[in-house]
Structure formats: C-alpha cells, structure tokens
C-alpha cells in the first residue's frame, strides 16, 4: 500500500508555479482543487477552472465552517484551498498539488507535516518584474504592490524542503518531476499491509 503525496508548491506572484503544477496534473497524474479567491478574474481567467471566484461573504461563510485547508489574505484578497477535493483525492490514492502563497504553503505544512514543499524563485527581482510586467494584466500600483509582497514571501524560503530556481521553464520542470519521482520512492509513502 502507498501512501499518497501532497505538494505544496509556492513562489512569488509571476515565477511559473501555474505553469509548473500544470504539468504536474497533465503529466503526473496529480489531482488538484481549484482555489476560491475574492478577487475579480483577470482577462481570459474563467470560473471553475482558473479560481472559483466568489464573495466575501460566502468566503468567510466556508471559513468558518471549516471548508478550506488553508486560507491567507494576499493583496488584500482573500485565498483558500477547498478542503473536500483534497481529501477525496488522497483517499483514492492519487497525489494532490496545492498551487498556492508561501503564508498558505506554512499552514498546510503545519497540518500534515508529511506534505512534500517546494519554493519557486525567480533568477532575480528584474526578471520577476519583467514576468509581471509581460503579462499586461496588472496596474502600476498592483505590480509595485507584488514586488513589494514578493520580497516578503522569500522570507519563507527556509521553511520549505526543496527550492527551484525558475530561470529556464524546462530545467525548472525537470527540477521539478525529479523531486516528484524520489519523493514517490521514498521510504515514508510505504505503508506495510496488514493480513
């Protein structure tokens, strides 16, 4: 019997982690919940595939029932992994990706202190602003606003088991599926059978 993985993938607004935990669940086979966001969805984002965008209301309403594995307010948004998904995944054996902010990424490592956590760097501050600035999607305010949160989030570097710097997408990736595959050899995920 084997235990599946949970992922906790993190990173600064614009480094690839979308990119990345798309191939994860493409080619890995990792089931992955789509996250609920009180933010309004950017060009081309829809409901139920990108986030499941919703009200401040209802947010604080699943929070208090205790609907999420995580929650964390990011740019004066509220954030949060639905927690049914998660489960139901692993109980079928399959691994489970959370794509989510480094203050999320620390609470789910503080409940299932097993999850496998990797943290993505940009090569630098100039690249990240560049990333951001490319996607066309974002104010003035809002990118100095990320930059300004990126350089926090860095701080939770230490926290993490594995760190990928995201210079090349592909190396990154191959960084990537590495981690996976030693991690799904690992002694911790075998469970013995029981007669």
């Known amino acids: 019997m084997k235990k599946p993985m949970m992922l906790v993938l993190s990173g600064p607004s614009g480094v690839g982690k979308g990119t990345l935990g798309k191939r994860l669940i493409e080619e890995e086979g990792f089931g992955f919940s789509v996250s ?3 933010r309004g969805p950017r060009p081309g984002e829809k409901h139920g595939v990108d986030y499941l965008f919703i ?3 209802e947010f604080l ?3 208090a029932a205790n609907g999420f594995l995580e929650t964390a307010t990011v740019h004066d948004e509220f954030y949060g992994t639905p927690r049914e998904p998660a489960e139901r995944a692993m109980a079928e054996g399959r691994d489970f990706l959370l794509d989510i902010d480094p203050q999320g990424g620390v609470q789910v490592m503080e409940s299932v202190p097993e999850a496998v956590s990797v943290f993505l760097l940009p090569p630098s ?3 990240l602003e560049a990333r951001l ?4 999607t974002e104010t ?3 990118i100095q606003k990320r930059l300004h949160n990126a350089r926090q989030e860095v ?3 230490p926290r993490y088991d594995y760190c990928i710097v995201n210079d090349d997408l592909d190396e990154a990736w191959r960084e990537l599926r590495g981690i996976v ?4 050899l690992s002694t911790k995920r075998f469970l013995p059978e029981l007669d």
Not at 133 to 136: A, M, T
Not at 181 to 184: P, Q
Request: net charge positive.
């Open 36 to 38: 609920c966001t009180t």
């Open 55 to 57: 009200t401040r209301e």
């Open 61 to 63: 309403s699943r929070r």
């Open 125 to 127: 501050w100039a690249a």
């Open 133 to 136: 600035r490319g996607r066309g």
């Open 140 to 142: 003035e305010e809002k």
């Open 155 to 157: 701080k939770y570097l």
């Open 181 to 184: 595959r030693a991690e799904r």
